[in-house]
């Protein structure tokens, strides 16, 4: 068995290489398990494949169901197709592209993963050696025999693969070694052939060498033979022979990790993942997700610019170890763009590439369920604007009608929420629904309904251009929009409710918090459509996608409108590739308290802003006190109605600065509490309050207390918010009671 092992590590504080070899045989820790006692084992198989017919010897579990669960793959294989390591000429090694998988293959590994490498490119390498010696020794003859004159009538003939291959071997291995030295890493060399899988002591060889490497936190570097192998027989593995040939490194990865029961293997070639159809025809689709079964309907095309495999060639492999235990990813090691983080995105569950999975979800894939609500939108978008709202109507009844139903569902997710206690208390309170929320909600859907009439369709300008030519300019729905809102079930309804009347495809997706009350409210929504056939305008996102991965279908999505904290619109318009965001920013809302206030109005307006619904985007966050009022009747009644509705109050630094006894010290007056608290701070006067609010608000809502008339235009002419008001809560900043 031809199964060398050379070894190069350098270590962060010495400049000496050490090599050693390693000898092909068992250790005494390893047990092997022969074929004889897992043969009468039932292996699964599919009747379609009819090259999977080995007995498997492999007892860890199967592979993973989810793409979210690759972050727990331990053993893992990277496959690095031709095409991936040689440059476009064919001839030399992509560096760049070889240096970023070293660096993520070396992340992985510092992880505490054990790597392995299945590489190409020892020919590529050699072609580039041998064609250089052969110009330069053709360049000494000719110019010794015949003159300059001749040069440049020189040609390289065809080189021999096999040559090729035993002069690139070692230059292959010389380039990884040093590259992952610079990781403080070990790599060691394993060639091998198809002879080392059949012959049974082989075999058990080549396994106990590459365990007593990943134990020693080696990564192996796996390579066929090439300089020694034979021609590939054709479609020897569909033949009755028992096991997969090792015709080509995608079936030699395939092979490795089943018998090293690998985690995961990771297969990069120069397209994207897996097509529907030859990539680069006008109705190709990536496919996210590949079952077993589905080669049927894939049409491949020819195969890669170089190498001996193709995507059928990759395809039969990867089922071949998706059925040994092991899970698959095939992904572009190519793209510039994504290249440098392909590796590390696959093991963190991103939607990168084609996965293999045995478990079919029960629904449609997120992709489908966009095509879905493009084609639902477009129906939508025809009906007439009277059975648009009749739909709207519609739920709106059904949420009044199914009102138990509703909130028994809210009250387990609340219990599942209070049990985990992993949601803060802002939050529990938007996730909570109510009898009175149900109500409001009802109202507010009849009011959109009675509104719609003229919300697609309406001319906005009509202009003459010539005689008898006019051009329109007509208001017509955005396409597939997606909404992604946290902790707030309510907001399910009310969107619903807009895409509708805006004649808008739909894709909601809710927080796993809501997920029974989403469910209940979306078959409302559901069944409202469906009075006039369009139910599939609107979905709802129930699969495992990350938000991130939603952000990524710039084909199928024309907006994103994320609905909750600050945080999660920053990390949707970073996520979002290529498509607009819709954000908002943060619900920062001060109350100034001027010095001619009224007494009355006070208490009043400060209790509502804060105490009504502290979680709202558009309650009172900070309150902003004129100096003269401290210390007077009306300051100590905003202190006692405060501490009876038992908010927590946060001193601002000037207004601790006036106590000896003061409250906590606000960590940040640009803060957004989002429950029972709020932070007082003393201004000089208006103008000081404008001051404050421009510098530490979000230009959301800005609310002035003062009897005197002139102090209030100043404030509303100067204050650059949405909504500023005068004398009135904060909480009127809602579209339901502007009317709109």
């Known amino acids: 068995m031809l199964c060398r092992a050379a070894l190069s590590c350098r270590g962060p504080t010495h400049g000496r290489s050490l090599i050693s070899r390693v000898r092909t045989t ?31 010897i492999r007892s860890h579990g199967k592979p993973f169901a989810h793409r979210s669960e690759l972050k727990h793959a331990k053993r893992i294989v990277v496959k690095l197709g031709s095409a991936v390591v040689t440059r476009g000429d064919e001839c030399g090694l992509a560096l760049g592209r070889l240096a970023s998988i070293v660096e993520q293959v070396s992340v992985l590994q510092n992880q505490g993963r054990e790597m392995m490498i299945v590489t190409s490119g020892a020919v590529a390498f050699g072609k580039q050696r041998l064609r250089h010696e052969i110009l330069l020794s053709q360049s000494v003859r000719q110019a010794l025999h015949s003159g300059q004159n001749q040069l440049k009538d020189m040609q390289v003939p065809v080189l021999e693969a096999r040559a090729c291959a035993a002069a690139g071997q070692s230059g292959l291995m010389a380039l990884y070694e040093a590259m992952f030295t610079q990781y403080s890493i070990c790599a060691a060399q394993i060639l091998v052939t198809n002879l080392d899988f059949h012959d049974e002591q082989k075999r058990r060889n080549l396994n106990g060498t590459l365990h007593e490497l990943l134990r020693m936190n080696i990564v192996p570097i796996i390579n066929t033979n090439d300089a020694v192998v034979p021609p590939p027989e054709p479609n020897s593995d569909l033949q009755g022979v028992n096991v997969i040939s090792i015709k080509d490194n995608d079936s030699l990865a395939a092979r490795l990790a089943v018998e090293m029961k690998a985690d995961l293997i990771i297969v990069l070639s120069d397209v994207e993942g897996l097509f529907d159809s030859p990539p680069g025809s006008d109705d190709a689709k990536l496919i996210d997700i590949f079952y077993p079964g589905d080669q049927q309907s894939v049409t491949f095309g020819t195969k890669s610019r170089v190498g001996m495999g193709g995507m059928e060639a990759k395809v039969k492999a990867a089922l071949w170890a998706l059925q040994g235990g092991t899970s698959v990813v095939i992904a572009n090691g190519t793209h510039p763009k994504i290249s440098g983080h392909v590796i590390t995105d696959i093991v963190e569950g991103k939607k990168v590439g084609t996965f293999f999975s045995e478990v079919k979800p029960a629904g449609p894939t997120v992709e489908q369920q966009a095509e879905m609500a493009r084609a639902g939108g477009r129906n939508l978008a025809t009906l007439k604007p009277e059975q ?21 569902a809210n009250r387990k997710d609340m219990e599942e929420a209070e049990e985990k206690g992993r949601l803060a208390p802002p939050l529990l309170k938007r996730l909570s629904l109510s009898t009175a929320k149900l109500n409001s909600l009802a109202i507010g859907l009849r009011q959109i309904a009675a509104s719609s009439q003229d919300s697609v369709g309406r001319v906005i300008r009509r202009t003459r251009i010539a005689k008898e030519l006019e051009l329109e300019q007509v208001t017509v729905p955005i396409g597939v929009l997606l909404v992604i809102f946290e902790s707030r079930p309510d907001c399910l309804p009310q969107v619903s ?27 409302l929504t559901q069944e409202a459509l469906s009075i006039h056939g369009v139910k599939d305008a609107i979905q709802l996102v129930n699969t495992r996608e990350e938000v991130e991965d939603l952000c990524r279908l710039n084909k199928l999505i024309d907006l994103i409108i994320p609905r909750g904290s600050s945080e999660l619109v920053r990390d ?12 908002h920013s943060e619900g920062i809302c001060h109350v100034y308290v001027d010095n001619e206030a009224s007494v009355e109005k006070v208490t009043r307006i400060v209790r509502d802003s804060k105490c009504e619904y502290p979680a709202a985007c558009n309650a009172m966050e900070t309150l902003l006190i004129h100096r003269d009022v401290l210390r007077t009747p009306l300051f100590d009644q905003i202190i006692d109605m405060l501490r009876v509705e038992q908010v927590k109050i946060h001193a601002g630094p000037k207004f601790a600065s006036y106590l000896t006894f003061s409250p906590s010290e606000v960590k940040s007056l640009r803060t957004e509490y989002g429950d029972l608290e709020c932070c007082i701070e003393v201004v000089d006067g208006v103008e000081d309050a404008i001051e404050h609010i421009h510098k530490y608000g979000s230009s959301h809502t800005d609310v002035i ?3 005197n008339e002139a102090t209030a235009e100043y404030f509303l002419q100067h204050v650059d918010s949405a909504c500023v008001f005068w004398n009135a809560s904060s909480r009127f900043s809602d579209g339901y009671r502007f009317g709109l």
């Open 388 to 408: 648009r709202a009749e739909i709207i109507f519609h739920l709106a009844d059904l949420l009044t009608d199914h009102r138990d139903e509703i909130l028994a």
């Open 26 to 56: 068992v250790s005494s820790h390893l047990k092997y398990v022969p074929s004889s006692v897992t043969a009468q084992q039932h292996p699964r198989q599919w009747s379609n494949i009819p090259f999977m017919t080995m007995p498997l």
């Open 572 to 583: 949707i318009q970073k996520a979002a590739k290529g498509i607009p965001v819709m954000g």
């Open 705 to 707: 207390v003062t009897e």
């Open 497 to 523: 409710a807009l895409a509708i009347a805006s004649g808008n495809g739909l894709l909601l997706k809710g927080g796993k918090e809501a997920s029974n009350s989403n469910q209940t409210l979306y078959r």
